[in-house]
């Protein structure tokens, strides 16, 4: 049984006092830096003692990222901890990034601030190993706190920690915690508290500390380190399970079902096939809601201020162009949810090697596949949840070829083409349907084997993972988790991605032009005949503004790009409206739909769902001859070709600069996919025209 | 880079056999790794140091061994590049 002082969870602070308010009354904040091995629950003890009152830092040069959060160090709130949560680390000499932000952060070199204190969460059933960190950090010489979490499951595991003994064995407090109940958080803050009142006192009197001097020493031999650390546990563990090699039954038998070669795919399988039918079908209902929400404060702001420049800019650029992006916030955060409680439970780790045997052919680790798949549904939550792959290169291929995979936004654009390839063979339709979907997963991995052979040379390296014991997930962590990264996304939505919407707006709406003197004289006859036949008036309204619109885009900066941009499409089948078209699908591919709609029949409301005569109204439409069809057969196998591979979304390119910090990944990922996606429809095209299909 | 880890020499054990030469439940001692440095420095600090006692949970793809209360999931590529000295049958 896991024994705790009776008076309270903390051991080995003797002779400390409370860090106790000022007399000035100043408010004193300390810096804490909260360190611990992977899967010790040290996130879920943040959370704990930090609640909401945290927020998600980029660590200055490096894409790792930190949770910085407050929390009163006392009942009195004179002194409050500034923790840092720092990414997981086995040890602080390793030569990986988040090993090498934890020495800066505690030799406070480069741009990093030294800590007040250091707190290390301390797996109870794994303590030798966990302790070998501990020893490197009570090196520093700072005032140390170790959180023995998960002292609960130790005590089921058969384990006795006498933590008195512990703390007097590696020399600094220990606090017995199970962070996913809240049991020993106000023990850790008193502990803090203490060592930073106690190692202020000591310092001014001798100096650095007689502990950090000896750990030196044992650290600089790894032969002394590992037999420091496996005394310390033979001095204060006892039980069965001491030594930490008992048979579990249990976990072994998961691990075989999990990770076996068809069984574990076909758990995989049917795993992801929940999580994603789950995401599919609860996120349309909120994001019904936000689109309904944004529609009616759009209509609300375009009645409400006076007509005008303002009143478009806010009506449409800003509050219709944040909506299309908050508008993928459920998906966002229900993806990012179901995969902590996943992660929580053990599961991942296992996954991950499943599709190790896939994804290590294609140079990419068995962690992509979760992104991978995401990025089904949207690019922008598969790029964020490349986070869970560890190596940089493995990572960065992930991301660079995600936005290949045929998100929702596209299948709209996949709708109209295959309808106009094959109106009368919904079979066939069917089946190009489906053909999409493969030629991207295809050319994503194939694309991951040539930027591992190339810029991100080498091979994914073979999977070495720890398997954590399996647990029942913890339901707070989970949905801090989703809170904070859809705080993230909408950050991301609020700034960059509203800039671009702004300006693709701008570029589509003007210059305002004067109406044609078509939908002039339509609107006069209209006035004409209103009150004899008012049903004549209306339909004559309806084609003036449908010309007016058509004749708005047309001459709208972005049409005139479109024109200018024309003879580098027409290899590709492309006239002057369909490259209007791709280009102003640049902001999101599906407004090439409406584009399409706007520019060939003059309704920007086009639901190819709700009207199926709209397709036979845009597959009607002409050419500037007047002869020949918009959408060859051609053309359109062409255009699909190049929508499945081309990277026409940038709030994707948005995320991915954000995710690898640097505008070189994302312009790298726009080059290569364009690149890719007119070549392709390029074949496409000159191919079919040759066999004699048009 | 091939690295071995720790530094003593295979010649000095010619006794030493790959982790894939072991069947579910033996038991045996960490000897040296022929990999490349980061995933030894990772090996070791998941607990995989210098003649520590392992004992394998699972053969195959992953092979699964286990070090004092660490339970590592190894690619079956990485298990054949992992030596150790005689097992003893696990109770």
Same mark, same amino acid.
């Given at each position: 049984?896991?024994?705790?002082?009776?008076?309270?969870?903390?051991?080995?602070?003797?002779?400390?006092?409370?860090?106790?308010?000022?007399?000035?009354?100043?408010?004193?904040?300390?810096?804490?830096?909260?360190?611990? #091995?992977?899967?010790?629950?040290?996130?879920?003890?943040?959370?704990?003692?930090?609640?909401?009152?945290?927020?998600?830092? #980029?660590?200055?040069?490096?894409?790792?990222?930190?949770?910085?959060?407050?929390?009163?160090?006392?009942?009195?709130?004179?002194?409050?901890?500034?923790?840092?949560?720092?990414?997981?680390?086995?040890?602080?000499?390793?030569?990986?990034?988040?090993?090498?932000?934890?020495?800066?952060?505690?030799?406070?070199?480069?741009?990093?601030?030294?800590?007040?204190?250091?707190?290390?969460?301390?797996?109870?059933?794994?303590?030798?190993?966990?302790?070998?960190?501990?020893?490197?950090?009570?090196?520093?010489?700072?005032?140390?706190?170790?959180?023995?979490?998960?002292?609960?499951?130790?005590?089921?595991?058969?384990?006795?920690?006498?933590?008195?003994?512990?703390?007097?064995?590696?020399?600094?407090?220990?606090? $017995?915690?199970?962070?996913?109940?809240?049991?020993?958080?106000?023990?850790?803050?008193?502990?803090?508290?203490?060592?930073?009142?106690?190692?202020?006192?000591?310092?001014?009197?001798?100096?650095?500390?007689?502990? $950090?001097?000896?750990?030196?020493?044992?650290?600089?031999?790894?032969?002394?380190?590992?037999?420091?650390?496996?005394?310390?546990?033979?001095?204060?563990?006892?039980?069965?399970?001491?030594?930490?090699?008992?048979?579990?039954?249990?976990?072994?038998?998961?691990?075989?079902?999990?990770?076996?070669?068809?069984?574990?795919?076909?758990?995989?399988?049917?795993?992801?096939?929940?999580?994603?039918?789950?995401?599919?079908?609860?996120?349309?209902?909120?994001?019904?809601?936000?689109?309904?929400?944004?529609?009616?404060?759009?209509?609300?702001?375009?009645?409400?201020?006076?007509?005008?420049?303002? #009143?478009?800019?806010?009506?449409?650029?800003?509050?219709?162009?944040?909506?299309?992006?908050?508008?993928?916030?459920?998906?966002?955060?229900?993806?990012?949810?179901?995969?902590?409680?996943?992660?929580?439970?053990?599961?991942?780790?296992?996954?991950?090697?499943?599709?190790?045997?896939?994804?290590?052919?294609?140079?990419?680790?068995?962690?992509?596949?979760?992104?991978?798949?995401?990025?089904?549904?949207?690019?922008?939550?598969?790029?964020?949840?490349?986070?869970?792959?560890?190596?940089?290169?493995?990572?960065?291929?992930?991301?660079?070829?995600?936005?290949?995979?045929?998100?929702?936004?596209?299948?709209?654009?996949?709708?109209?083409?295959?309808?106009?390839?094959?109106?009368?063979?919904?079979?066939?339709?069917?089946?190009?349907?489906?053909?999409?979907?493969?030629?991207?997963?295809?050319?994503?991995?194939?694309?991951?084997?040539?930027?591992?052979?190339?810029?991100?040379?080498?091979?994914?390296?073979?999977?070495?993972?720890?398997?954590?014991?399996?647990?029942?997930?913890?339901?707070?962590?989970?949905?801090?988790?989703?809170?904070?990264?859809?705080?993230?996304?909408?950050?991301?939505?609020?700034?960059?991605?509203?800039?671009?919407?702004?300006?693709?707006?701008?570029?589509?709406?003007?210059?305002?032009?004067?109406?044609?003197?078509?939908?002039?004289?339509?609107?006069?006859?209209?006035?004409?005949?209103?009150?004899?036949?008012?049903?004549?008036?209306?339909?004559?309204?309806?084609?003036?503004?449908?010309?007016?619109?058509?004749?708005?885009?047309?001459?709208?900066?972005?049409?005139?790009?479109?024109?200018?941009?024309?003879?580098?499409?027409?290899?590709?089948?492309?006239?002057?409206?369909?490259?209007?078209?791709?280009?102003?699908?640049?902001?999101?591919?599906?407004?090439?739909?409406?584009?399409?709609?706007?520019?060939?029949?003059?309704?920007?409301?086009?639901?190819?769902?709700?009207?199926?005569?709209?397709?036979?109204?845009?597959?009607?439409?002409?050419?500037?001859?007047?002869?020949?069809?918009?959408?060859?057969?051609?053309?359109?196998?062409?255009?699909?070709?190049?929508?499945?591979?081309?990277?026409?979304?940038?709030?994707?390119?948005?995320?991915?600069?954000?995710?690898?910090?640097?505008?070189?990944?994302?312009?790298?990922?726009?080059?290569?996919?364009?690149?890719?996606?007119?070549?392709?429809?390029?074949?496409?095209?000159?191919?079919?025209?040759?066999?004699?299909?048009? | 880079?091939?690295?071995?880890?720790?530094?003593?020499?295979?010649?000095?054990?010619?006794?030493?056999?790959?982790?894939?030469?072991?069947?579910?439940?033996?038991?045996?001692?960490?000897?040296?790794?022929?990999?490349?440095?980061?995933?030894?420095?990772?090996?070791?600090?998941?607990?995989?140091?210098?003649?520590?006692?392992?004992?394998?949970?699972?053969?195959?793809?992953?092979?699964?061994?286990?070090?004092?209360?660490?339970?590592?999931?190894?690619?079956?590529?990485?298990?054949?590049?992992?030596?150790?000295?005689?097992?003893?049958?696990?109770?």
């Amino acid at each position: 049984m896991t024994r705790v002082s009776p008076d309270s969870a903390t051991a080995g602070a003797q002779a400390a006092s409370p860090a106790a308010p000022r007399p000035t009354g100043e408010r004193r904040s300390l810096r804490i830096a909260l360190f611990g #091995n992977p899967n010790t629950g040290k996130t879920t003890l943040f959370n704990r003692l930090c609640g909401l009152r945290a927020k998600t830092a #980029n660590f200055p040069g490096v894409t790792a990222e930190a949770r910085v959060g407050h929390c009163p160090a006392d009942r009195h709130g004179a002194v409050s901890f500034e923790i840092i949560d720092l990414p997981g680390i086995y040890r602080l000499a390793l030569e990986v990034p988040e090993s090498r932000i934890g020495r800066d952060i505690m030799q406070g070199s480069a741009l990093y601030q030294r800590p007040d204190a250091v707190l290390i969460v301390v797996d109870a059933t794994n303590l030798a190993r966990n302790l070998f960190l501990v020893g490197e950090l009570l090196a520093h010489g700072l005032p140390t706190v170790v959180a023995l979490n998960m002292t609960d499951l130790a005590q089921r595991k058969g384990l006795t920690i006498d933590t008195a003994e512990l703390a007097r064995q590696i020399g600094c407090p220990v606090v $017995a915690t199970v962070a996913r109940k809240g049991t020993g958080i106000a023990e850790v803050k008193d502990a803090l508290a203490r060592e930073i009142a106690n190692f202020e006192a000591m310092s001014r009197a001798r100096g650095i500390s007689p502990v $950090a001097e000896s750990m030196r020493s044992i650290i600089a031999d790894p032969v002394k380190l590992e037999s420091w650390a496996d005394q310390s546990v033979a001095s204060s563990v006892g039980g069965d399970a001491a030594i930490g090699d008992a048979s579990d039954t249990f976990t072994e038998r998961l691990d075989k079902a999990f990770t076996h070669p068809i069984l574990g795919l076909l758990i995989f399988a049917g795993i992801m096939a929940g999580l994603f039918t789950i995401i599919f079908q609860m996120a349309t209902i909120p994001m019904d809601i936000i689109e309904q929400v944004f529609g009616v404060l759009g209509e609300w702001v375009a009645a409400t201020l006076p007509a005008g420049a303002i #009143n478009d800019l806010l009506a449409q650029g800003v509050i219709g162009g944040v909506g299309a992006t908050v508008v993928f916030l459920p998906q966002i955060c229900l993806l990012f949810f179901l995969i902590s409680l996943l992660e929580d439970t053990g599961y991942l780790a296992r996954a991950a090697f499943v599709m190790d045997r896939i994804m290590c052919r294609f140079g990419l680790p068995g962690q992509a596949f979760v992104p991978l798949l995401s990025s089904h549904a949207c690019a922008l939550p598969g790029i964020m949840s490349a986070k869970l792959i560890p190596d940089r290169h493995d990572r960065l291929a992930t991301i660079l070829v995600a936005p290949f995979m045929s998100c929702s936004a596209r299948v709209p654009v996949y709708v109209l083409l295959t309808s106009m390839l094959f109106r009368e063979r919904p079979w066939l339709a069917g089946l190009a349907f489906f053909g999409c979907y493969l030629l991207g997963a295809a050319a994503g991995l194939v694309s991951a084997f040539i930027a591992r052979r190339t810029i991100l040379r080498g091979r994914s390296r073979p999977m070495v993972l720890e398997l954590p014991s399996y647990k029942m997930p913890a339901w707070r962590t989970a949905l801090w988790s989703t809170l904070d990264r859809g705080l993230v996304f909408l950050k991301s939505a609020g700034t960059i991605i509203l800039a671009i919407c702004i300006v693709l707006w701008w570029l589509s709406a003007y210059p305002a032009a004067q109406a044609p003197p078509e939908a002039v004289a339509l609107r006069a006859q209209a006035a004409e005949v209103q009150s004899a036949d008012p049903a004549a008036a209306a339909r004559l309204i309806t084609e003036a503004a449908t010309l007016e619109s058509s004749h708005a885009t047309r001459q709208s900066y972005a049409g005139r790009l479109g024109r200018l941009a024309q003879p580098a499409f027409a290899p590709l089948g492309y006239d002057w409206q369909l490259t209007i078209g791709v280009l102003t699908s640049f902001a999101a591919r599906e407004v090439f739909v409406s584009t399409m709609a706007v520019l060939l029949t003059g309704d920007a409301q086009a639901d190819l769902t709700e009207d199926p005569g709209m397709i036979d109204r845009i597959r009607a439409s002409t050419r500037d001859d007047l002869t020949t069809p918009v959408f060859t057969a051609a053309t359109s196998a062409s255009l699909l070709v190049f929508f499945v591979l081309a990277m026409q979304c940038l709030p994707t390119l948005a995320v991915t600069r954000r995710e690898t910090g640097s505008w070189k990944w994302a312009g790298l990922q726009l080059a290569y996919m364009s690149i890719v996606a007119w070549v392709a429809a390029f074949i496409t095209y000159q191919g079919l025209t040759l066999m004699g299909v048009s | 880079m091939a690295v071995s880890v720790p530094s003593a020499s295979p010649a000095a054990d010619p006794v030493a056999i790959s982790l894939t030469q072991l069947g579910r439940g033996q038991c045996a001692t960490f000897y040296k790794a022929d990999l490349r440095c980061e995933d030894c420095e990772m090996l070791n600090a998941m607990g995989m140091t210098d003649r520590c006692q392992l004992k394998i949970c699972k053969i195959g793809d992953p092979w699964i061994v286990q070090v004092k209360s660490t339970r590592i999931g190894m690619a079956r590529s990485l298990a054949q590049r992992i030596f150790v000295l005689p097992p003893t049958i696990h109770p």
